[in-house]
């Protein structure tokens, strides 16, 4: 079945800097890869997916690259804020297998004012 | 709210005894997934419903685990005999048919079993 890895574990930014989470997949048949944040004591909420006929995806803040070929990808915030401060989690999918999701461990991201 | 919808918010039990959770997804939503998580971890997939067929369940799900969906619309998961292992957040979520559409959690039962 699918393994996700996701490093680091922790990461501590300075407001205003930016911030890189990386993932790598084991499954070669995986197409989809949302990137999901919850706060503590709330769910997980979606802020940004890529699907693997796309490169790159950027939405304001955040982006995600996907490296299809090494089976990797990443989620960068820029201009970070303490509302950023979170776990964030990465996922992935074959979409053919009801969209079930296999997620990384997680980062938790603390913005320093 | 009327996003996915999870009762209890919490519930602690003692080791043995059985309990029952419940997900109300969003309401045009046909698939809807079990994920347990437990602290520092990201969720784990146990099974997943089209309409009221379970169509895959995880290895993680031992007997001790059922989920139903009987009228394609809430679901429940029955833990029997917990045991502390199965202390954990049990997170629902829901999504439309098709490929890669996104999948909307509720905000989880957090089990403690003592």
């Known amino acids: 079945g699918e393994n996700v890895e996701q490093h680091p574990s922790t990461l501590s930014v300075q407001e205003g800097d930016s911030a890189v989470i990386k993932c790598t997949y084991s499954?070669?048949?995986?197409?989809?890869f949302p990137w999901y944040k919850q706060e503590l004591g709330k769910r997980p909420q979606l802020i940004i997916d890529?699907?693997?006929?796309?490169g790159e995806k950027k939405d304001q803040r955040i982006a995600v690259t996907l490296n299809k070929t090494a089976k990797h990808f990443s989620l960068h915030i820029t201009e970070t804020q303490p509302e950023d401060s979170a776990v964030y989690f990465c996922?992935?999918?074959?979409?053919?297998?009801?969209?079930?999701?296999?997620f990384g461990g997680g980062t938790r991201v603390l913005v320093k004012p | 709210d009327t996003g996915v919808s999870q009762n209890p918010r919490h519930k602690i039990t003692k080791r043995g005894q059985n309990v029952t959770f419940r997900c109300d997804p969003i309401?045009?939503?046909?698939?809807l997934y079990w994920y347990r998580q437990t602290l520092g971890q990201g969720p784990e997939f146990l099974t997943y419903?089209?309409?009221?067929?379970?169509?895959?369940k995880s290895r993680l799900l031992s007997d001790r685990f059922s989920a139903e969906r009987p009228k394609g619309s809430f679901s429940t998961l029955e833990i029997q005999r917990t045991e502390q292992g199965d202390s954990a957040m049990y997170l629902c979520?829901?999504?439309?048919?098709?490929?890669?559409?996104?999948?909307?959690f509720g905000q989880g039962t957090r089990l403690t079993v003592v």
């Open positions: 979520a829901s999504s439309r048919q098709g490929v890669n559409t996104e999948a909307f």
């Open positions: 499954d070669s048949a995986s197409n989809y």
């Open positions: 890529i699907r693997s006929n796309v």
């Open positions: 996922a992935a999918s074959r979409g053919a297998a009801g969209n079930k999701l296999t």
């Open positions: 309401s045009e939503h046909n698939r």
């Open positions: 419903f089209q309409n009221e067929a379970q169509l895959e």
